[in-house]
């Protein structure tokens, strides 16, 4: 059925366009003030403001709002209230007050906080995000008003990952303005971080996920053999849609799309059953927000169509994972965007000065910017042949490489290296004009025209940690570069002695070559460039002195907020791998070992038989089989008491960043120890007789 996007685009948003046309001129203009311009609006307009969202949601059939917030869980929360009052001559009406819309209080104390909060304290706030539009979210539970909020704890500490979005928000277009004043650009406001975020995912058949515990628990397999295919041919990126996953697109893009995510692109990926969705840019908070919303919606519109979205970034061993890539720039409310080169960047001293501040920034920060990108899932990922390595670079592509060296190496004038054009040789086919560079897809943070493209951030995790690092990092590069160029007498002398300075001092952060290579890493080292193998080796980054300062210069973080995060990380990571260690234990010994003792004792009777029957019968191939399994099996019970008692005596730690590291140093070689002769059981073992699905099943049967 076709579906026209400009009817349903939106329809589910309180936009703009919908207070204008519902709230009194004089009330529209109040908070159009504070949405561009900050303060607070008077509880008059927070009354009609929160009357007409109420109206309004109404009519779409909600019955119930809620502040919808972002905890530091990495995903929202929701607790929600209805629009009834208390009922007076059995009768009750519906109402929104301007305080309900400003203001809730949900439990902190069951929030993960790292320390911010003792658990018997309880009060928490959220605080409505004006910047962010409410929205309807049509849910089995009933038509929802949601309200994007902040979360802060009692005393003022921020408990989510909002509040120091906006904080950073706040940072760079302060700081932006600064250097576009000093060219001149004073009829400037406003300056904001924009981002696209890429989102892959995998897709599987609802019946099978619900026969594997491991998927279920944990939301990736912990066992499985490689299928007989798997990528090798190239086949799946940008193959023909299946029907059935082209009917769950076709739903998750209208859901979207309706709920004002704009949605464009949609392929598949590289493994089997891994695909992609892409949304137009937008404003970095509401990107934020909308990306959240977007992996519930996907979660969501999947078990309609009988299927499972996996946002996990290593759901099957072997092949490619899925990540999503951070697509940001910087624009200005007049439509200017920072990081547009223009025809003749080497003639561009604005854009010069911007790039040599991000050099300077990723070059200083590159520990917290890797830091940004660390979840547990993300560890099979990054660095492992299909993902960024975790060792940050910048590739700025052969052109712009080309006007750094010359800059570097003090040239009298700079050349620019031209694209020219691209002649496929066929008459009917037109000449094509070639981009300035190509595109690099083993680095991780790689200029790609206009925009930097960040890609180490994992397919299940937030952006938002990604962006308030961006933002931070090249506010504070910006405010150096502002206080040093502000005190010129010749400002454009002293803008090209900066560019040179700081492009000289930062240039090992450039590498335009293969990221996947065991020479990079040897070549990083000598540059000095930090390889932070794991998540426990990025997350002490966090609670530096040079983190702190540069947190609390623009009071993004404090020094507490900054340890309760890395107390955060510490504790999420040994909670999961706690999970998956305890899920293999549960498969191990309740599906798999049962399953070859009963093949096994099977394989003895069958060997039995057929002696008994035929006395020189050749039961070779079925005595080696048999003496296999049994070798295998004793080798997993084996594995599986190691396991068991390696994880019983980390997990009894009490020092949650030495748990953390017992875990990756420990308890991960003993899963895969014994992860290892079970994935070989399932290539000897009758299938009919392997008790979950396989690889197989699961990838090609969607």
């Known amino acids: ?238 193959g023909v849609i299946r029907e059935r996953v082209g009917a769950f697109m076709a739903d998750l893009n209208k859901e979207l799309w309706k709920l004002g995510i704009p949605a464009t692109t949609q392929h598949n990926e590289v493994a089997p059953a891994q695909h992609e969705m892409a949304p137009i840019y937008a404003q970095v908070n509401l990107a934020v927000d909308q990306n959240q919303l977007t992996m519930e919606t996907m979660k969501r519109v999947a078990t309609r169509h009988g299927l499972v979205c996996l946002l996990h970034e290593k759901p099957y061993a072997g092949v490619n994972g899925s990540g999503k890539h951070n697509n940001w720039s910087i624009s200005t409310d007049t439509g200017e965007n920072l990081l547009d080169p223009g025809a003749t960047p080497n003639e561009n001293l604005q854009f010069l000065l911007v790039l040599a501040c991000i050099m300077k920034a990723v070059d200083t920060h590159a520990d917290i910017l890797r830091c940004s990108a660390s979840c547990v899932g993300n560890e099979h990922r990054l660095g492992a042949q299909e993902a960024p390595p975790a060792i940050i670079s910048i590739f700025l592509g052969d052109q712009l490489d080309d006007v750094v060296n010359q800059i570097v190496d003090n040239a009298e004038s700079i050349n620019l290296l031209t694209a020219g054009h691209l002649d496929s040789g066929v008459s009917t086919v037109p000449i094509i004009n070639k981009d300035a560079t190509d595109r690099n897809r083993t680095s991780p943070f790689a200029f790609t025209g206009n925009k930097f493209e960040f890609r180490m951030v994992g397919s299940s995790d937030t952006i938002a940690d990604a962006n308030i690092t961006l933002d931070a990092i090249v506010a504070e590069a910006m405010s150096e570069a502002a206080d040093i160029l502000e005190k010129a007498d010749d400002f454009n002398s002293a803008c090209r002695n900066l560019i040179h300075e700081w492009m000289v001092k930062h240039h090992r952060i450039i590498f335009n070559g293969n990221g996947y290579s065991d020479e990079w890493v040897a070549e990083a080292e000598k540059r000095g460039l930090p390889n932070l193998h794991s998540l426990v080796d990025a997350v002490p980054s966090l609670t530096t002195e040079k983190a702190v300062a540069l947190y609390e210069k623009f009071n993004i973080y404090t020094r507490a907020e900054l340890a309760s995060r890395a107390e955060i990380r510490y504790e999420t990571y040994a909670k999961v791998l706690r999970i998956e260690a305890r899920t293999m234990v549960h498969m191990v010994s309740k599906h798999y070992i049962p399953a070859v003792i009963h093949y096994n004792t099977r394989l003895a009777n069958s060997i039995s038989a057929v002696t008994e029957a035929v006395p020189d019968a050749n039961v070779t191939v079925q005595k080696n089989l048999l003496s296999r399994c049994s070798a295998l099996l004793a080798e997993t019970a084996s594995a599986l008491a190691s396991l068991k008692i390696i994880h019983a005596k980390v997990d009894a730690m009490e020092n949650m960043e030495e748990m953390a590291h017992a875990y990756h140093d420990q308890v991960v070689p003993a899963m895969q120890a014994l992860r290892r002769p079970v994935d070989e059981l399932e290539l000897l073992v009758d299938k009919d007789m392997w008790p979950v699905p396989t690889y197989g099943d699961l990838m090609f049967e969607v």
């Open 1 to 238: 059925m076709s579906v026209n996007i400009s009817e349903i685009f939106g329809t589910n948003v309180f936009s703009m366009a919908v207070m204008k046309e519902r709230l009194p001129k004089k009330v529209f203009k109040e908070v159009e003030d504070v949405m561009e311009n900050g303060g607070n609006i008077s509880m008059t307009t927070a009354d009609e403001v929160a009357n007409a969202m109420k109206d309004w949601a109404v009519e779409k059939g909600a019955t119930h709002y809620t502040h919808w917030f972002q905890p530091l869980t990495g995903v929202t929360a929701e607790k929600h209230d209805s629009f009834i009052t208390a009922p007076e001559d059995s009768k009750t009406l519906l109402q929104l007050t301007g305080k309900q819309l400003i203001m809730g209080e949900p439990d902190a104390s069951s929030f993960p906080s790292g320390g911010l909060r003792a658990t018997h304290y309880a009060r928490g706030y959220t605080a409505w995000d004006i910047t962010s539009p409410a929205f309807v979210k049509e849910m089995s539970a009933g038509t929802i008003l949601c309200i994007p909020t902040i979360f802060v704890s009692y005393t003022g500490e921020a408990l989510d990952k909002k509040t120091p979005l906006l904080r950073s928000m706040e940072a760079i277009d302060e700081q932006a303005r600064r250097i576009l004043k000093l060219f001149g650009k004073t009829d400037v406001k406003k300056v904001t971080p924009s981002v696209g975020p890429e989102q892959e995912y995998f897709l599987v058949d609802r019946e099978k996920y619900l026969k594997r515990r491991d998927m279920i628990y944990t939301g990736r397999t912990l066992f499985g053999a490689p299928a007989p295919k798997g990528q090798e041919l190239d086949d799946q990126y940008f």
